[in-house]
């Protein structure tokens, strides 16, 4: 196991590392783990452990359009939804 000699310092708003911190802690983390945890999957993937991508205009505008409410069709359940489609 190699000697944990390294230093990682970040400036972040207290309010999210707050929450974050009871996060970790319901987790039984430490955020050091975290950071290590965070650290070896950017290793493991050779980049984030996630997608971090710009939206499209397309999916921009439909996200603008859930938030507004507009377009939105409700239905009491799965089968009324799939019959409304044809299936």
Not at 29 to 35: D, N, R
Request: net charge positive.
């Amino acid at each position: 196991m190699s000697r944990k000699t390294a230093t990682v310092n970040a400036r972040i708003d207290a309010e999210l590392k707050g929450k974050v911190s009871t996060i970790l802690h319901d987790l039984g983390l430490s955020e050091s783990e975290a950071i290590r945890v965070f650290y070896k999957q950017i290793e493991h993937r050779n980049g984030l452990p996630f997608d971090v991508k710009i939206p499209n205009k397309k999916t921009r505008q439909a996200v603008q359009e859930v938030r507004d409410r507009k377009h939105l069709t409700s239905y009491d359940s799965d089968k009324e939804y799939f019959e409304s489609k044809g299936f």
